[in-house]
Nanobody, 129 residues
Framework: QVQLVESGGGLVQAGGSLRLSCAASGRTRSGRTFSSYPMGWFRQAPGKEREFVAAINWSGDNTYYADSVKGRFTISRDNAKNTVYLQMNSLKPEDTAVYYC?????????????????WGQGTQVTVSS
């Protein structure tokens, strides 16, 4: 069973930076380990639906971003450490949300939350104006 644990959230002023981490352990139902499954970051603000932020394929060669974070956020992974990161720069108040990492039991990267099978507990990011 896959377990995902996020860290790195906090309170930051607009224009500041944060780096989120997501440590993964375990295997998917089909037996995949971290180095072979794609990872995604999503976020959910109060009163809003969960939305896609960024995703990365198993090798780290391909990354995908929501338009709202392109150029400001960077997703990366370290397969030796079983960890995926989200570097967030030039933060805005509208980035305030609970951020979740997720993975799916498949090779392909997806930008819809329904495609993901395993989720972390989330970490709060608050950006003050």
């Amino acid at each position: 069973q896959v377990q995902l644990v996020e860290s790195g959230g906090g309170l930051v002023q607009a224009g500041g930076s944060l780096r989120l981490s997501c440590a993964a352990s375990g295997r998917t139902r089909s037996g995949r380990t971290f180095s072979s499954y794609p990872m995604g970051w999503f976020r959910q603000a109060p009163g809003k639906e969960r939305e896609f932020v960024a995703a990365i394929n198993w090798s780290g060669d391909n990354t995908y971003y929501a338009d709202s974070v392109k150029g400001r956020f960077t997703i990366s992974r370290d397969n030796a450490k079983n960890t995926v990161y989200l570097q967030m720069n030039s933060l805005k108040p509208e980035d305030t949300a609970v951020y979740y990492c997720a993975t799916r039991d498949g090779l392909g990267v997806r930008d819809n939350s329904s495609a993901y099978d395993y989720w972390g507990q989330g970490t709060q990011v608050t950006v003050s104006s």
